[in-house]
């Protein structure tokens, strides 16, 4: 801010200072960019200010979401870590219960060949079994053992097929909790991708928005510079003014004092493109007067040549001491026709319209100046 007023101040004090002739065209040109670049400077800063805002509203939304996304990816995560454990209890189930399935067809298969086996031998009676025996040990033992087989094959086909119905049972249980989990992770993984886009895009929003940034202060310091650029032109324009001022006022005072005995006349015969006075709140110092490159320039009135030679914005410069500190001045001569310290008369040919220094095709930049200072020619023509 402090930087910035110290600008504001040199630029106030620089086009405070007067101007002169061409100058004065060239300081108003000067003047009128320096005003758009600090206008410029001051809406690039609100936009950077603006979009600095945008940005930080936008990483205040990034961590919201993100703290939002780290909290459903670990939910996510869980989810995903108990779906695959009881996917792979699920698998296990499946297989137990298919080995559970084939043992109980086996042992139901070995049943009904035993039956088929008793139904197609006679079956022992009692007394078949004490008479084949060699003693009634012999017959308690085999008694016990048709008993045994009895009840192994009637034991083990109930226990397969216990264990099967409980596996079937537990099997069906797991699918039902696997489904409601699977059923979980899908919404939970919708959420997280959802979240996921939102903060692409907010990312992708603040990336852009820093790149915008960037160009902007890009700009506003090419801006800030210009502005350099500009102030110091405008103040190397106030000093040449001051330079001419000087060496007019140092040439007249050592010339003849005595008024010119008629009035001015036109230097040129054409329209007045430009007036005399302030535009942009700079003075123009003279007349903008539309004639074609080449016209010959006749002296407004007798007098001395005080001046005749390249002076910065004004290209080629002459002024004539006309006595009574009335001085003409002639600005954008293509080349001279007179050089400092001449005698000149009333219409006599001094030159020859240009385009020279800051100029915009050719014209001729007419100034009559009391004691220095410049008056509006047309009062005195």
């Known amino acids: 801010m402090a930087r910035r007023l110290a600008v504001a101040i040199v630029a106030g004090l620089v086009l405070a200072a007067p101007a002169s002739g061409d100058n004065s065209g060239k300081l ?34 990034v961590g919201d979401v ?16 108990r779906l695959d454990r009881l996917n792979a209890l699920f698998d296990f189930e499946t297989a137990r219960l298919g080995f ?8 139901v298969r070995q049943l009904n060949l035993r039956m088929i086996d008793i139904y197609e031998t006679r079956d022992p009676t009692l007394v078949d079994v ?3 025996s060699s003693s009634f040990q012999d017959a308690l033992d085999r008694l016990h053992y048709l008993d045994a087989i009895a009840r192994q094959d009637k034991r083990i086909s109930s226990l397969v097929a216990s264990a099967r119905d409980d596996v079937h049972v537990a099997r069906e249980q797991t699918k039902k909790i696997r489904t409601r989990v699977h059923a979980e992770t899908q919404v939970i993984s ?16 603040r990336s852009s928005l820093s790149g915008k940034r960037g160009q902007q202060k890009s700009q506003l310091a090419s801006t800030r510079e210009q502005e ?13 003014d001051a330079r001419i001022r000087g060496q007019l006022a140092a040439a007249q005072g050592a010339t003849d004092s005595t008024p010119s005995s008629s009035g ?28 074609p490159y080449g016209t010959p320039i006749h002296a407004a009135a007798a007098g001395t040549v005080v001046l005749a030679g390249w002076t910065g914005g004004y290209g080629n410069y002459t002024c004539i001491d006309h006595g009574g500190g009335l001085a003409t001045c002639y600005a954008h001569q293509s080349s001279f026709a007179v050089s400092t310290g001449a005698q ?25 100046r009391i004691n220095g200072n410049p008056v509006d020619p047309l009062g005195y023509l």
């Open 28 to 61: 108003q040109d000067v003047q009128a960019r320096l005003s758009a670049a600090r206008a410029k400077e001051a809406r690039l800063t609100t936009q950077i200010s603006d979009v600095t805002g945008q940005i930080r509203s936008l990483e205040g939304k």
């Open 66 to 81: 993100s703290q939002k996304l780290s909290v459903l990816e670990q939910d996510l995560a869980l989810h995903q870590r």
């Open 100 to 107: 559970l399935r084939r043992q109980y067809a086996k042992v």
């Open 130 to 132: 004490i008479l084949e």
């Open 190 to 205: 919708v959420r997280t991708q959802q979240q996921r886009d939102v903060q692409s895009q907010l990312l992708a929003s």
């Open 228 to 240: 350099k650029v500009l102030i110091s032109e405008a103040n190397a324009l106030a000093a040449e």
């Open 264 to 291: 001015l006349i036109w230097p040129v015969n054409g329209p007045v493109t430009s007036p005399f006075g302030y535009r942009w709140g700079r003075l123009h110092a003279g007349i903008d007067i539309g004639v």
């Open 344 to 368: 000149v008369s009333q219409g006599q040919v001094i030159g020859y319209v240009g385009s020279t220094g800051h100029s915009f095709g050719a014209h001729l930049h007419f100034e009559v």
